[in-house]
């Protein structure tokens, strides 16, 4: 599966659409496939901080548990209800329906692009 | 890595790969819920390639097999199978095993992948004092797959010579697979009705084919993996390994002491079947949608008192599922307890295993 070209990535597999000073987050269509079937996913609470490579969320598959790194300094401001209630959203739409928090920061740390992305997870 | 003859077809068929008991085996195909439901609406595909195949053979291979396993392999009729553990000296589970009877003198019997190396060892060393015996590992020489689901009887009905209907849960006949000789047994790994079948590993992928073109899905070792732990049946590795005593994993029932000829454990188990097993494989199921998985703790309170040894949330019933270790004194049916998923603690409450039944 291809990575937009239009997104930001991380080496813990997030990926990251910037608009204005809000980052919309989630996991890559390579990490939903190496889970398998997203069953359970555990957000951060609106209002809380998010810290530049730490954890701040679960996503959980039949077999495994998946952690989600926060990819930039911020506080949550919106987290994706719809994904709460059917986690298999992640595997069907990873890049668009599929999206798990929003963060409102003020600087951005140096993100991969797709292509360093695509290299990273041995795709051409 | 080792590879099953079936491991091209796997990869063409866009499987992703998983070790499992050192083997490179499809963990799924397309999804695991999908493969799961398949089994438990229609019917799947496993190859378990992987497994032992262990041939005993010889006029003292019965005599030989009660003294070597816990059961009284001389007792199973010809054609009909048998759970079974080999266990040590010190009454410690080797592996379970399927034994099947297919001549007077000669019995199949089945062992884990991971084990194969150390069940045939165990074997061989018996065998040395029980007279005329052959053990020979022909794992090598054979594929199996397993097909299971209300319609595994009917879809493989279609390439199959013998009337499937005929054979009784626990048998085995032979049988012409899409033209090959083989072997087909009802036995199975996942709660459901099925089948496995032993083919000639230089069939093998042309029987696979043949199975799939019949309707059956195949499925990966992550859907059967809930499926057995949805029927409450145990994984070695996890719910049973060498310190692990068959009465502490409730398979107490399986080991034959009732018998004069002496077998390997015989004196240790006769000891532990009159003591209160501790602790005790139990059933777990709790709330929410946080699955408690292997190895995770369990607690009354503060105090530790077990640990998970198979989790997830049960496809199937939609809750979360476990089978784990638990002192005793938390054992029986109803007890509460609490798990720590990762620093958060879940109630779960002792149920009777198996989860899932299904309806016949």
């Known amino acids: ?32 496939e190496k889970l398998g079937d997203v069953v359970f996913v555990d957000l951060p609470k609106i209002g809380s901080q998010t810290t530049y490579m730490k954890i701040c969320g679960e996503i959980e598959s039949t077999k495994s548990v998946g952690e989600l790194y926060a990819p930039l300094d911020g506080e949550v401001v919106e987290t994706n209800s719809d994904v709460v209630d059917a986690p298999e959203t992640v595997n069907s739409d990873p890049f668009g329906a599929g999206w798990l928090i929003k963060v409102r920061f003020s600087s951005l740390p140096e993100l991969m692009s797709a292509a360093e992305y695509d290299a990273l997870t041995g795709e051409a | 890595m080792p590879q099953t003859p079936l491991h091209a077809e796997h990869a063409r068929l866009g499987a992703s790969f998983t070790d499992f008991g050192g083997w490179d085996m499809p963990v799924r195909y397309t999804s695991d819920l999908a493969e799961h439901e398949a089994v438990r609406t229609k019917a ?13 053979s010889g006029p003292q291979a019965a005599s030989f ?12 009729a010809i054609g009909k199978a048998k759970y079974a553990l080999i266990c040590n000296a010190q009454g410690g589970i080797i592996d379970d095993l399927i034994v099947y009877r297919l001549a007077d003198d000669e019995f199949l019997v089945i062992a884990n992948a991971g084990n194969r190396h150390e069940v045939v060892a165990a074997l061989k060393e018996r065998a040395i004092f029980q007279g005329f015996v052959g053990v020979e590992d022909r794992s090598d020489d054979f594929a199996l797959l397993a097909v299971q689901g ?7 009905q279609t390439i199959v010579d013998v009337d499937l209907s005929t054979l009784p849960y626990y048998s085995i006949d032979k049988g012409v697979i899409d033209g090959v000789a083989g072997y087909l047994c009802r036995t199975g790994y996942t709660g459901e009705d099925g089948f496995e079948v032993l083919v000639p590993a230089e069939n093998s992928v042309q029987i696979f084919n043949a199975l799939i073109n019949a309707g059956i899905i195949p499925c990966g070792l992550a859907a059967r993996d809930t ?30 002491l009732d018998r004069d000829a002496d077998f390997v454990g015989k004196s240790a188990l006769q000891s532990l079947s ?22 995770y703790k369990i607690f009354n309170g503060e105090t530790e008192i077990g640990e998970i040894t198979s989790g997830a949330l049960s496809p ?44 016949k």
Not at chain 2, 329 to 334: D, E, L, M, Q, T
């Open chain 2, 44 to 56: 799947g595909l496993f190859d378990i390639s992987h497994m032992a195949e262990i041939f005993v």
């Open chain 2, 274 to 295: 009159t003591k209160e097993a501790n602790p005790v494989l139990v059933g777990l199921t709790g709330e929410g949608k946080r699955a408690a998985r292997a190895e």
């Open chain 2, 150 to 156: 209300p319609e595994a009887t009917e879809k493989l």
């Open chain 2, 65 to 76: 097999l009660d003294y070597a396993l816990v059961i009284q392999s001389s007792a199973i």
């Open chain 1, 1 to 32: 599966m291809s990575n937009p070209t239009n997104l930001q990535y991380t080496k813990e597999h997030e990926w990251v659409s910037v608009e204005g000073d809000v980052a919309t987050i989630g996991i890559t269509a390579y990490a939903a």
């Open chain 2, 227 to 256: 499926l057995r732990l949805e029927a409450g049946m145990p994984l070695y590795g996890h719910e049973l390994n060498l310190k692990i005593n068959p009465y502490q994993a409730g398979l107490g029932r399986v080991v034959k």
């Open chain 2, 316 to 359: 199937t019933l939609g809750y979360p599922v476990a089978m784990a270790y638990v002192e005793r004194n938390f054992s029986a049916i109803g007890s509460k307890v609490e798990v720590d998923i990762r620093g958060n603690r879940l109630e779960m409450t002792v149920v009777k295993l198996p989860f899932y039944k299904r309806s």
